[in-house]
């Protein structure tokens, strides 16, 4: 069973101008396509190819690059397109607003947080919001396209949200200024969809 690349629930235009269409055509089109026909090509034959992408990564051996890049980045990418939308933005409201107050004090300490962990990840990776068991929150931050799920990453929980900051998600816009990319991503949060992966991993 191969892996599909998911399509983008909206236009690549649809996030201007916080995210640029150009950016979204060639991140989508190219490198998520990328990672997604590799990805396919590692599992072939092997016993994870009839296997859920979740638990690939679960219990991932680590040694294993092609399946650890190309995996992360297959699950990163479907799960960061539907964490944007063109009527994103504002707050999160309900339970996830009251785990954020909870594990942070207010909405604008986890921004900050969440920011830092996105802004000071040398070279590329994401920052993440992870949900654990029992609706706890936690940031976090990991290299290139690891994920939370997989071992000994030093996030653990499940992701609810995610930031890439692999220069290919903003350089054409924002070129070097990294902090102004990661301030836009806050007007096009998909806080509904947020919600949701939260209430169904708590």
């Not at 990453?153 to 924002?174: A, N, Q």
Request: with cysteine.
């Amino acid at each position: 069973m191969a892996f599909d690349l998911p399509k983008l629930p909206y236009d690549f235009d649809a996030l201007e101008p916080h995210i640029d269409a150009r950016t979204m055509e060639i991140h989508h089109d190219k490198h998520h396509a990328g990672y997604t026909k590799k990805l396919n090509a590692a599992i072939e034959g092997t016993d994870l190819e009839n296997k859920k992408i979740e638990d690939i990564l679960q219990n991932l051996d680590m040694s294993n690059t092609a399946v650890r890049n190309n995996g992360g980045g297959f699950y990163n990418h479907s799960l960061f397109w539907k964490m944007m939308s063109p009527d994103g933005g504002g707050k999160p409201s309900g339970d996830v607003a009251k785990a954020i107050d909870d594990a942070f004090g207010s909405f604008n300490d986890f921004k900050e947080k969440f920011s830092d962990a996105a802004g000071s990840r040398f070279g590329s990776g994401w920052a993440w919001l992870c949900v654990h068991k029992g609706g706890k929150l936690e940031i976090c931050s990991t290299p290139n396209q690891d994920s939370p799920l997989m071992p000994d990453t030093g996030c653990g929980g499940r992701p609810i949200l995610g930031l890439d900051v692999w220069e290919h998600s903003y350089y054409l816009k924002y070129q070097n200024k990294r902090p102004e990319y990661i301030d836009a991503f806050f007007s096009v949060i998909n806080w509904d969809e947020v919600s949701k992966l939260y209430a169904d991993n708590k």
